[in-house]
């Protein structure tokens, strides 16, 4: 059966008489998949993240962003118990439930940093679970991504224990790992060996400009392992999608505080070699860091955050995009 027509999205224009026909039916990426680790999940490699849902984007909006990434074939969605609050996690829920996406939908939610459950201790990881499936109005999550973040992980043989009920009950398919070390992870993979759940991925921010918190030890120990790596923070904060060239265009955005610490020597450097890419390969230079990412040994689905359809548009050509041997050493030498 034929999808729906392709409209404009609020503000744009429509498109010219000359261009192509739209394509009917299910997105091209609806036929891409990748595994995620040793899981049987198999997710788009892109994840959208809704750390700005309910806070600078409103339901209205998150839901059009949300229609709009599945339209594309997108079907992995993160979130956290934390963001605005849990309100992110209302939305979420609501837009599975009203389009009927559940089932269809790889939801993966972290959870340790609201403050009404704080830490990964037994009582607060099992409270902030069901709390989460409350908002989100659904009886699992695929991927229980554990923030250790906010609060020192006690103990972390505890805090699997507490995860194994969580899988055994049904509430939790598989976990994640945020803000573990690396010394933690292996403690985690020799608990593992007798009879702990096993930790399937990690987040950790990571992109071109921000390297040094991966690569290193807990590079090496994801390999080992075979951990599925989705790394946050793609974009820099929005730096690396180009738009921001100046202090004056930093401090009218609304990430100059954290896009500050980007614009300088090394961040310049970066953007002129974005350029040179982006006018070689003909594609945005949201979509070049999200190739290099994907180029990555072990980088299995950045989480991306977009604020337009437009962007989602900008972040998906990365998947297509292949990075030459040539052009990672031209990013890797801007950044250094």
Known sequence: MAGPQVRPHEGESAAHPSAPIPVQGPG?????????????????????????FAWTIDQERAEKLLDHFAALGGNAIHTADSFSA???????????????????????VRVGDHPDNPGLGPTNLV?????????????????????????????????????????????????????????????????????????????????????????????????AQGLA??????????????RHRSRHEVAASTRGRQLAGVLNRRGVRVLKALDALSAELAVPHAAIAIAWLLAQRGVAAPIVNAYAPSHLDELVQG??????RAHLAELARAAE
């Open 28 to 52: 091209v990426g609806t036929f891409l998949r990748s595994s995620l680790g040793d899981t049987a999940l198999r997710i788009f490699p892109l994840m959208l993240g809704g750390a700005e």
């Open 86 to 108: 849990g309100r992110s996690e209302h939305i979420i829920g609501h837009w599975m439930r009203t389009r009927r996406r559940r089932d269809d939908t790889v939801l993966a």
């Open 127 to 223: 409270r902030a679970v069901e709390a989460s499936l409350t908002r989100l109005a659904t009886d699992r999550i695929d991927v229980l991504y554990l923030d250790a973040t906010s609060e020192p992980v006690g103990s972390v043989e505890d805090t699997l224990a507490t995860a194994e009920w969580l899988i055994d009950t049904g509430k939790v398919r598989h976990i994640a790992a945020y803000g573990f070390t690396a010394e933690q992870l292996v403690e985690a993979r020799i608990l593992a060996s007798a009879g702990y759940p096993r930790i399937e991925a990690i987040d950790v921010p990571y992109n071109v400009m921000r390297r040094r918190t991966f690569e290193g030890d807990l590079r090496l120990v994801a390999g």
């Open 229 to 242: 790596v989705t790394p946050s923070h793609a974009l820099e904060h929005g730096f690396l999608s180009g």
């Open 319 to 324: 998947v297509g995009v292949r990075l030459t």
